[in-house]
């Protein structure tokens, strides 16, 4: 095993030397699982993932050498002539067994590290002591890439990498039927008891904004910025580019504008502003684009920010569309570099969306921050399902911001609640004084988008049987601005004891749904807490669901992935050696070293 240890070994640091200079952060490196996700502190590393092994074969040698471990342990040794290569090894396999080859296909090809992709590792985050902190304040959040992505892995019959794994986009990606307000923001809440934690309550947050037909949505300035670089001609990214703007023109208004900004080596402007009645000039211009070079996005990006400053016009919409995959290795390649260009820009009123496409050789990292601290919103689409999803469906909600710097603050009373968890949202954490603070960036909403969150909480006198329904649990805060305005305006609504449900059976379906679907992207995740159920457990939270919940498209996929990931997931408990399930506290997790 020593000559196949150190053979691997050179291979899988070749590998990540090339894998790094190709990669958009300079500052990346390949690091290991944190052991316990509940309690370290942030990791600030980037996480990148080995090449899909149909592509780059030595990219592949950590997960051969970790099978061929197991096999080892299990009294199946490989041996290895001195000048026997990797390839050969899981390519021949000659000492294996037809059912070990197929095990030992079935690790490689499902493996999550099986597709070179870029994410940014977050803490998952703790139970907090009311009593210690009461506020729990956070930026809001409508993006869906995280779980679009995971999606299309699943599809393709391979985990997501857990560091890709975003819960609150993973809920956001459903639509509630929330109750719909002449305000700003309906508010709606309730709290269920936790299925899976013992003790435990779920609490369910949904704000909405006011919807808008098209007639109603203003104007918009919009200027594309296409990546046509060499990686785009792979996983049919540029036609899914394409499908993307041609759908996107064929829905604006006629007095809209568009133009075109493309970039690889440099930027190249190939459509100046045109009116979107012009659609035959703007459809040539789209379906002329060809991939090759290399990828300067900063380059791209600031020649599409100067061409919107120029076309820019108070109430109108104006906004940014990137589009690409992320994998920027020329000019600078982090978002912060990228963001300190444009910030004049952003604070004039330019928006920006960044549209992902693409599996392998994918910068989730890049595309989710450049919109996260770019005043926008993060999409990512894999088929026309996810265009139509986009471009049609939600057009007005992704085109017309109707609240900037958006944020969120629960204030919970601790006579009522003894402590708390938020489920996501750890890349959009505030500090309780940001929250009045106006120059502190909050999330980007537009005309009828849904925000949801939960909080897993601990009612306090949970034995009793007088629920406190003529206590408040805490209040609610929202914070946001105008998107022309820099004033910050609030709204508080009281959380009372009367919108806790006495069972799980008895709340709502939208309460359910996206506790479900939050508890299946924390198994995907490995959270501590996804430990104490399994996907069928999830699965049947899903499976009784009212009917016409069940009979929706969103639901029959999420049963769908659910069930692929069951059949997918063999990964080995992080915790279970030194923690194992049968000793864990609910209300306490281990302080790991």
């Not at 998952?124 to 930026?139: A, D, E, G, R, W």
């Not at 890709?164 to 709606?188: C, H, K, T, W």
């Not at 496409?357 to 919103?377: F, P, R, S, T």
């Not at 469906?393 to 204030?411: E, G, P």
Request: overall charge neutral; aromatic content about 8%.
């Amino acid at each position: 095993m020593n000559k196949l240890t150190n053979l691997i070994k050179s291979i899988v640091t070749a590998a990540v030397v090339l894998a790094l200079a190709n990669c958009a952060s300079q500052q990346s490196s390949v690091v290991e699982t944190v052991p316990a996700p509940e309690i370290a502190a942030e990791e600030q590393t980037i996480i990148i993932t080995g090449s899909r092994i149909k592509r780059s074969d030595s990219e592949a040698a950590q997960i051969v050498e970790n099978f061929i471990e197991r096999l080892d342990r299990h009294g199946k040794g490989v041996v290895l002539s001195d000048n026997q290569d990797i390839l050969s090894i899981y390519r021949e396999k000659t000492q294996l067994t037809y059912k070990e080859r197929q095990d030992f296909y079935r690790v490689i090809d499902v493996d999550p590290r099986a597709s070179h992709q870029i994410f940014k590792r977050y803490r998952v985050n703790p139970t907090i002591n009311t009593i210690n902190k009461p506020t729990s304040t956070f930026s809001m959040d409508v993006d869906n890439g995280s779980f679009k992505l995971a999606k299309t892995m699943l599809s393709i019959g391979q985990l997501p990498n857990a560091d890709g794994i975003r819960i609150e986009e993973f809920v956001n990606a459903m639509d509630y039927q929330y109750q719909p307000s002449e305000d700003l923001f309906a508010v709606s809440a309730e709290a269920m008891p936790s299925p899976f934690r013992n003790g435990y309550h779920i609490l369910h947050l949904g704000l909405q904004t006011k919807a808008l037909s098209d007639s109603e949505r203003n104007p918009s300035n919009l200027v594309i910025v296409a990546d046509i670089s060499g990686s785009m001609n792979s996983d049919n990214k540029l036609t899914l580019l394409k499908d993307s703007m041609t759908t996107l023109v064929s829905q604006l208004n006629r007095d809209d504008k568009i133009a075109l900004v493309t970039y690889n080596d440099d930027a190249q402007l190939v459509l100046s502003p045109t009116r979107a009645s012009n659609k035959r000039k703007i459809f040539r211009a789209i379906n002329k684009l060809k991939a090759g070079g290399s990828t300067n996005a900063e380059k791209g990006l600031l020649k599409g920010y100067q061409l919107a400053n120029e076309m820019f016009a108070p109430g109108f919409n104006n906004r940014v569309i990137l589009t690409s995959d992320g994998m920027a290795n020329v000019g600078s390649t982090s978002p912060e570099a990228i963001l300190n260009k444009i910030s004049e820009y952003k604070n004039k009123g330019i928006f920006l969306t960044t549209l992902g496409v693409g599996v392998g050789i994918y910068n989730d990292h890049l595309l989710e921050q450049l919109a996260n601290k770019g005043n926008g919103n993060y999409l990512y689409v894999a088929n026309q399902s996810d265009i139509q999803d986009a471009f049609v469906d939600q057009l007005n909600s992704q085109l017309q911001t109707v609240a900037k710097d958006a944020k969120i603050q629960v204030k919970f009373d601790p006579a009522q609640v003894s402590s708390y968890r938020l489920l996501g949202y750890e890349n959009r954490h505030l500090n309780e004084q940001d929250f009045t603070d106006p120059n502190k960036d909050g999330g980007e909403i537009g005309a009828g988008h849904k925000v949801t969150a939960l909080y897993e909480i601990k009612i306090n006198d949970e034995s009793s049987a007088n629920t406190p329904v003529n206590q408040t649990l805490g209040q609610l805060s929202i914070a946001y601005k105008k998107p022309q305005g820099q004033k910050v305006h609030y709204i508080t609504k009281p959380l009372p004891g009367s919108i806790i449900s006495s069972s799980v059976g008895s709340a709502s379906a939208d309460s359910r749904l996206s506790f479900g679907v939050a508890a299946f992207a924390e198994k995907l995740r490995q959270s501590y807490w996804a430990r104490l159920y399994s996907y069928y457990d999830v699965e049947r939270l899903i499976a009784n669901l009212p009917p016409s919940y069940r009979r929706s498209n969103q639901v029959k996929k999420l049963k769908e992935l659910i069930q692929v990931a069951s059949r997918l997931d063999h990964r080995d408990d992080p915790f279970e050696a030194r923690y194992p399930k049968s000793t864990i506290d609910f209300d306490r997790v281990p302080l790991l070293d």
